[in-house]
């Protein structure tokens, strides 16, 4: 029989997907399971990307322009100047989620062997567009006693090198929630400029930044203005992960023009996804304050019920819907598979996201969580009670 290719060995599994074999045969044995494993909002779609959807008549589903629908495009581009983000339609290729905008930002700017940095943990995926492109993941560790700030600059130049050409970061942060702050980003643009790489600023989850935190945009970083490439999705922020629209965003314009490339051997990215994300920008206001006011409460719930656990740390993230959560365990794999296989209580389990597979230095994460808040409190209340009860049973609690 043929071999399967050397990049397919390699490509990893993904850290929060690879359990749903044991959730779901948890589900056939009547177990209730409550998923913090996966950032997947219950936060309704915007009304008026939904009347988009129902109302769209027309005879025939075309291929739209490989860069994606003009008028989107130019829609787009009054949000983001809204925002103060100072871009045009000519600066934005609409993807197939923002998970296309990350490989074709890598492979546009990165040959197969060079290196890029991120800090870790780190969102997992990247590690799989990294192998795809044939791109090497250098992490820089941030800890868990600091909140997951940015490493000090001293840490990040120790890892540059010949090969290094670019770095990437997720702000907020998805898998900890944390939000770097304006001083951190210019920390990061001197970096950027004195090396002359790539920065790959990972934004899809702008909109979710508590206790009145302002975010600040990579994109209005002063004298880098060619380095930066922006990653953006309509996923998080309108609650509609499965129309798979996101954006690649630069004033490149050599970046721009070889990421089009790669869109047009793709064709074109999906044509309803594009119609649903063109009329989510008119989303009211009101409809965010709504969600930030909700996720703010599940937050300071979780961390609170978490941090009253005997031996559990949860900082309190600045952004996105996640924490990496510290747990009183020997090896938080071994744990999160234990949940789904060995433990129920009144016929009800939870599901986490080991947080090993969110580093890449090994052993990193070993007693750690990811967990999503994308929970109603109801729930949320229900699976940190599970969660209390397993820990007092776990055979492998340290």
Known sequence: MPSISNKGKSMPASPIRKLVPFAEAAKKRGVKVYHLNIGQP???????????????????????????????RRKLATYYQKIGINIDHTEILVTTGGSEAV?????????????????????????????????????????????????????????????????????????????????????????????????????????????????????NLVGIENNVIMIDSVSKRYSECGVRVGALITKNKEVLSTALKFAQARLSPPGLGQVVGEASIDTPEQYFKEVNEEYTARRNYMVEALNRIPGVYCPKPKGAFYTVVKLPVDDADKFAQWLLEDFEYEKQTVMVAPASGFYSTPGSGKNEVRIAYVLKIDDLKQAMKILNEALKVYPGRS
């Open 103 to 219: 490989l074709f930002g890598l492979m546009s700017c990165l040959d197969p062997g060079d290196e890029v940095i991120t800090p870790e943990p780190f969102y997992a995926n990247y590690n799989g567009f990294a192998t795809a492109a044939g791109v090497k993941v250098v992490p820089v560790t941030s800890y868990i006693k600091d909140d997951f700030a940015l490493p000090p600059v001293s840490e990040i130049e120790k890892k540059i090198g010949p090969a290094t050409k670019g770095i990437i970061i997720c702000n907020p942060n998805n898998p900890t929630g944390y939000l770097y702050s304006k001083e951190e980003l210019i920390q990061l643009s001197e970096i950027v400029k004195k090396h002359d790489l790539f920065l790959f600023s990972d934004e899809v989850y702008r909109e979710f930044c508590y206790d009145g935190a302002p975010h600040f945009s990579a994109m």
């Open 42 to 72: 219950d936060i309704p779609t915007p009304q008026v990307a939904l009347d988009a959807l129902r109302n769209y008549n027309i005879k025939v589903i075309e291929y739209s322009h490989s860069a994606g629908n003009e008028s989107y």
